[in-house]
């Protein structure tokens, strides 16, 4: 666990919105799938971006739940509402500005949601450790604990293009210069642990696809995007000139044309108990 100061390296442009609202689209019904919302749960969802998966438990849980979406980012939070806006679910979700390192609930809040979750936060924050503990102080004894995030250790293209293997090294180390951990996946059962939570089970989510999938393109998309969206912060501090960047860039590209290509990526998934 580092404690430099952390950033959030992709940024919060349209492209990213937009990568954003398409890798929500692909994942959602797995998480949704492991999570297991039950009818009436109140819910804390911890850096809800965009939002898609927030407001999903909420139809899960039901008109009688309570859902609550925190996010530090304005533009995320703006974009959740604008697609709340446009399904007609202004209501259904309350969307919140907040800093997850820092969590600010109100006197009656704390220990009173059935769940807490959160998905691709932890390995964008200086101390994933706080933000569990936070978590648990959040739920009411019994309550759940739900943790999603990212080891970039498993990523596996086949046949692999020329340079990726490099820059998706370069790109993980990025995240530990912005005092991140592209890595934390691995982790996700000992810092419920660590934070009081009873570990219960983990789990991945697979993310992936084949050539001739209907999900392929997607996800072909969707890597080109988190790489191109990086690129400044990869060409940073590796030791990588431009112009291999763009060439592995054009072979990741002919990767997806390929009748062959395929895709083996997954999130780490894991829930704690917060002990009576």
């Known amino acids: 666990m580092t404690e430099k100061p952390s950033h959030y390296i992709h940024g919060t442009d349209p492209d990213e919105q937009r990568r954003l609202s398409l890798l929500n689209d692909i994942l959602n019904q797995g998480s949704l799938r492991e999570l297991a919302v039950q009818g009436g749960e109140s819910i804390l969802d911890l850096g809800c971006g965009p939002g898609q998966l927030t407001r999903l438990m909420a139809r899960a849980a039901g008109p009688e739940a309570r859902v609550v979406g925190i996010d530090r980012s304005e533009a995320q939070l703006a974009e959740a509402r604008r697609l709340a806006g446009l399904d007609g679910e202004e209501g259904r979700v309350e969307f919140r500005a907040g800093d997850v390192l820092d969590l600010s609930l109100g006197p009656g809040e704390w220990g009173s949601f059935d769940v807490a979750h959160t998905r ?115 060409l940073a501090g590796a030791a990588m000139d431009e112009g291999v960047f763009e060439r592995t860039m054009d072979a990741l590209r002919d990767w997806g044309d390929r009748p062959d290509a395929g895709f083996w990526y997954a999130m780490a998934w894991a829930e704690g108990i917060r002990p009576a």
Do not use: C
Request: overall charge neutral; hydrophobic content about 45%; proline content about 8%.
């Open 120 to 234: 691709f936060l932890l390995e964008h924050v200086s101390d994933p450790l706080a933000v569990v503990r936070a978590m648990v102080r959040a739920v009411k004894p019994g309550g759940r604990v739900a943790l999603e995030d990212e080891d970039h250790d498993i990523l596996r293209l086949w046949p692999e293009p020329e340079g990726l293997r490099e820059v998706w090294r370069a790109y993980a180390e990025s995240y530990s210069r912005a005092g991140n951990d592209p890595f934390v996946g691995r982790k996700l059962v000992q810092l419920l642990y660590e934070a009081g939570a009873r570990p219960r089970r983990s789990t991945f989510i697979f993310f992936g696809a084949g050539a001739g999938d209907p999900l392929f393109p997607a996800i072909a998309t969707n890597i080109l995007g988190v790489l191109r969206g990086a690129k400044p912060a990869i």
